[in-house]
C-alpha cells in the first residue's frame, strides 16, 4: 500500500469537513475522488500534500507516517484545478521547479523537461510565459511539473475542469496512459462521474463528510449503495418510482401504471416494504403497442444528448421518467408510447434509508458488494 | 416581406469607429421563425453574446437592420422591444423575494393577482425553485439563481425570449430532465427563443436549428440532424458532437479500378506513419470521386459514431476503453494520430489490443484543407 | 449610442482643463513664485509677467540668506540631505521589518493575528500630539532626543502601518495554491517566500515604499519636536524662512520646489505602481 489514511479527522473553525475518512491506494493504482463540491475531496489531497493539517489520524505515504513532514519532504507531484503556475517564470522555469529544488544539473534539468514536455504537446511553448498560455497549455504546463520529478505518488486535484470540452474529452482519453507509464500512484479528484469512471481503477465517492462508497467503476454504476450514489453517476440522471412490491405468479413484481413489472430473483424480502425503483434510462425501451407488459406513457419531448436521444415521458400517473437510446435508432417524439422495463437492470432501494436492496442469491447469502 | 419573428439583416458589430474598430459580429444574416427555437453556438468571443445583446437593445447595431415581429427596431431601446431575456449572471433583483423577482414583470404589466400567481406557481414547479420562492437571491446557490433567472424570463409573454447561458450553472442531476421540461414548456406555449451557448450538447438538446459562429461570421445555420450530417466547413463538422468528429489530413488517387485516400497521420511526424484507406472506386458517386480527386490536399472527417469494429479493416491499437456506464468511448492510434469509437454497449478491449476498424464510404466527410469548406458527405456533394 | 457630439466632446474638454487648473494652480504659482523677488510677488494686483531671477535658488545652495535686516545663515541643503537619510533608511528598515510581518499577517492566522495588525493599523489615527510629550521625555531620559536613530525610530510609526496594511493585501492577492505548488515541488518555506510570494507582491512592496517614503518626508511635527537644527529635515528647516523682518516667499517658494522635487519625481515615475497599491490596500484593509 503506497497510501493509507486512517480515521482522518479535519475541520475549518466550527465546520466539520472530514469525519474519520479512511482509506488505502496501491501501488500503480489509479483511485478517483468523486462527490459534489464541498465534499471535502479537495482538502484531503491537500492533507495528504502536507499544505494543511489534520486534526487527529494518520497519513502513511509509502509506509512512512507524514505526521510533522513537510511537504517539500514528501515526494509528491500535484496538479491544481486552477493550475497554479508561478505568474513570473516562463513554461519551463515552473516544469523544472520539482528539479530545481533536487539540484539536479542544468543539462539533465533541460533533457528531463523537454522529455516531459514532448509528451504532452508543449515543447513548443516552453519559453512563454504563463499569461501567454492558452487554457489548454496551462492545463498541460500544469500536469508537466507535476510530473517533472516522476513522483511515485501524484494528487490531481481536478485538472480538467477549467478546460474546453473538447480538449477535456481529449485529455481524458490520453491521461490513463500517460499515468500507466509513469508508474505512479494516483489520487484523482473529479466532479464529473464520466470522469470517474473513465479513469478510475477505484471510485470513493464522498458526501456529508465521509466516504459514501468505494468500489470499481462497475460497482458504482451497476451496484450503487444508495440512492443519492445511483443519481450521482449516470446522465440522464436515473428514474425513481416509489413502488410497493408485491407477489406475483412468478417472484416478486412491482405496479407500474397498474403494469406488473417481474423483478430479477432474491427480492421476496421486500415484498409489502416500501421501496423505489430505480431505472436507468438506458433500461427503458420504446415498443411497439401491445407488446406484453409494456406501460403506455405520454411522450412530452425528445433532447439529443451527445450520442443519445433522450426522451422525457409521462405515465399515467403523471410521474416523469427519461429514457435513452442510441442516437439514430427509431423512437417516438410526442404522443402516446409504450415502454418495456429489462427488469435484470433495475435496482430497488429501501425508501426510508435510500439502502440499495441487493438480491439475496438462492443460498440465502447476500450477493458480493465491494 | 416574410413574417419571421426575427429578422436580422447585414448586421455587423464593431466596437470602435465603424470599419476600423475591433469587429465583433460580420454581415450577419438570420431569420427565426416564429415558434422556433433557435441556438447561437460558439466559444467565447466568437460575436454571439454580441448579436444577442443587439437583438436585445443592450447594444447599438453598428450597421443592418433588425426585425422584430415585422417592426424595425435597431433604433429603439431595450423597453420597447417585447423581448424577454436572462442573463448569464443570473441578475435577480438582490432586494426581493425569489417569487417577486418571478413576478416581476407580470406586476408591471397589472395582470391579476390570481393569474401572476398561478404563473409562478406553474413555472417555479417546471423548474423545481417552489421551495425557494420566498428566500432572497442571496441565500440560495448558484444554479437555484439560474434556475429563478430562467423562470423570470419564461413567464413572461414576449414576442422573443433571449436565454444568455441558460444552463452553465444547473446541477448536473437536474440538468437534462430540465432541458425536457424547458423545451416542452417552450414548445407548448409556442414561445419563440434564441439561447446562447458554448455548449454545443445544450444547443442539440434544445434547439430546432443551430447557428455556429466563429470569429464574427456565421457559420452555418441548420437543424441539429444537418449540422452533424452535412457540417457545412471544418469549424462546424469538429465544433459540434461529442466527442468530436475524427480528422485526418489526406490526399486521394485513384489507380486501378481503386480510390486511395492516403491518410498522413500526425504531421509533426513523430508518431507512427500513415495509413491507406482503400475504396473501389464504385462505393462513391460520380461527382463525389471526381471532386476528391481534384484537390490535393483534403482532410477526411467521420464521426465518432461511424468507426466500426468489423472483421476486417485498417488496423488500430487500443489506447483507452472507457467504459461511462452507458456508452464505451475507444480511443486508438490509428495513421499516426488517434481515432475515437463510440460504442452503445460495454466494449472488452484492453490496452494495447489491435482492433480492425471500418470507415463506411457513406460516413466519411471530405474537406478542402486549404479552405476548410466540406466537399462532400458520404455520396452527396456539400 | 458610442458615438459623441462634438459639442458634448467640447465641453469634456473644457470641465477636464478646469479641473487641472483648478489643482495644478498652487503648484505652478509657487514654481512661479521661486523665480521672483519678494516685491514682484506682493505687489497687487499679481501678475504672471515678471523679470526671472535665480536669487532664491542661489541663496538656498550657498545658505546665506539675505534680509532686509541684514544677511542671515540658514542650513537648508542640510536639511535636504537630511530629509533624504532619514526618510529612505526609516523606508528600508520599515520594509525589512514589514514585509515578512505583512506575509505573516496575510497567510499564518494564528491567535489575535487580526488584533495586532488591527492595533498597529491603530497608530496611524492616534494624532501624533497625543504622544508627543511622553515621548519627548523617554526620548531625553534613554538619550534617543535629537539622534537620528531616535527619529527613524519614531518615523516606523509612520512607515510600518502603512507597509503592513498594503504589502498584506498584495501577499493575500496571491493564491495560496501557488505557493503550495513550489513547497511540493520541493521547496522549503524560505525560499517559498523569496522566489514566489516576494516576486509576486514586488510591485505592492514597490508602492508601499514609495508611498511611506513620501509620507516620511512630509513628517513635520515628530522631527519639529525631537531633533535640533542640524538633524532637522527640510520640512522643520523651511521654518527659517519666517524671520524677524518678514517672511521670505521667494525663498520659500524655492524652498518648496527643491524639497517636493525629489517626490514629485518619484511620484511620476511610480504613479502606476502608487494608485494600484493605494486601491488595494483601500479595498483590502
New interface residues.
Partial sequence: MTISLKNIEKSFKTDTVLDGVSLSVDTGETLVLFGPSGAGKTVLLRLIAGVIEPEAGEIWVNGVNMDGVEPEDRGIGMAFQNFALFPHMDAFANIASPLTARRQSKSVMRQTVDQVAKLLKIDHVLHHKPKELSNGQKQRTALARALAAQPSILLLDDPLRNVDAKLRFEMRLELPRLLKDQNATVIYVTQDYKEAMALGHRIAVMSNHGIQQIGTPEDIYLRPANIEIARLFGDPVINLLSVRPERGANGVVVNLSDTPIEMAAGFEATIGTDCVLGLRPEALHFVPEGTPGAIPVEVETETPLNEKTVTLALTARKREIMVSRPAGSPGPSRGRAYLLVDAGQALLFDRESGARIAPSTHNGLQEDVA | MSDAMLRLVNVDKYYGPLDHGVAAVKNINLEVEKGEIIALLGSSGCGKTSTLRMVAGFEAVSRGKVFLSGREVQNLPPVKRNVAMAFEGYSLYPTVTVRDNIAFALKAARLPESEVTKRVAEVSEMLEITSILDRFPSSISGGQQQRASLARALIRDADLHLLDEPMGQLEPQLRTLLRGRIKYYIKERGLTAILVTHDQTEANALADRIAVMEGGVLQQYASPEEIKERPANLFTGTFVGEPPMNVFPASVTAAGGKLHIDLRGDTRGDLRAGLDLIYAESDFAQPVRERMLGKRDVVIGVRPYAVHRAAQGAAAQVVANQWLGDQSHIAASFAGKSIVLVEHDRAVLSEGETIAVEIRPNDLHVFDAETGMAMSHGQELA | ??TTSPIERILRGLAITLVCLFFMFPIVWIFLMSFQTNETILRIPPSVVFAPTLDNYQALITGKLETAAGMLEINFMRNLGNSLFLSATSVAIGLLLGVPAAYAFARLKFKGSEDIAFTLLSFRFAPPLLVLLPLTIYFQQLGLANTYGGLIWVYQLIVLPLILWIVRGYFEDI????E??????????WSTFRR?AL??AGPGIAAAGLLSFIFAWNNFVFALVLASADKQPVTVGALAFVTASGIQYGQVAAGIVLSIAPTFALALYAQRYLVEGLSLGAVKG
Avoid: S
Fill in positions: 449610442m458610442l493564491p495560496a495554491d501557488i503550495y505548488a513550489y513547497r511540493i515541488a520541493g521547496h522549503d518555506f514566489i516576486p509576486l
